[in-house]
Nanobody, 122 residues
């Protein structure tokens, strides 16, 4: 069984920075694509950024140039560096990972963390 645990959320003023982490633990063979999502109150969950196992990245247009996604495969951990934060970035941030339970099996994307709250005050 796999666990994804986010950390690093909090309250910050507009223009400030936060760094989120997502650590995978448990029994698994490999981690493929990883991504950050967020859900603001009253809104649907939206993709924020993603990174492949080969370190290719993509970003939502709303965060491009302000957020940086990265990963440390040796530590099974993904990061989201968030700079120049805006009040509209306020949301619960979730990590997602495609994980293969055993060698030769498919990668399941149904792996989510519990979420970490990010609040940006104006």
């Amino acid at each position: 069984q796999v666990q994804l645990v986010e950390s690093g959320g909090g309250l910050v003023q507009a223009g400030g920075s936060l760094r989120l982490s997502c650590a995978a633990s448990g029994s698994f063979f490999d981690i493929g694509d990883m991504a950050w999502y967020r859900r603001a109150p009253g809104n649907q969950r939206e993709a924020v950024a993603s990174i492949t196992a080969g370190y290719m990245t993509s970003y939502a247009s709303s965060v491009k140039g302000r957020f940086t996604i990265s990963r440390d495969n040796a530590k099974n951990t993904m990061y989201l560096q968030m700079n120049s934060l805006k009040p509209e970035d306020t949301a619960v941030y979730y990590c997602n990972a495609a994980i293969s339970a055993r060698r030769g099996t498919y990668y399941s994307y149904n792996n989510w963390g519990q979420g970490t709250q990010v609040t940006v005050s104006s």
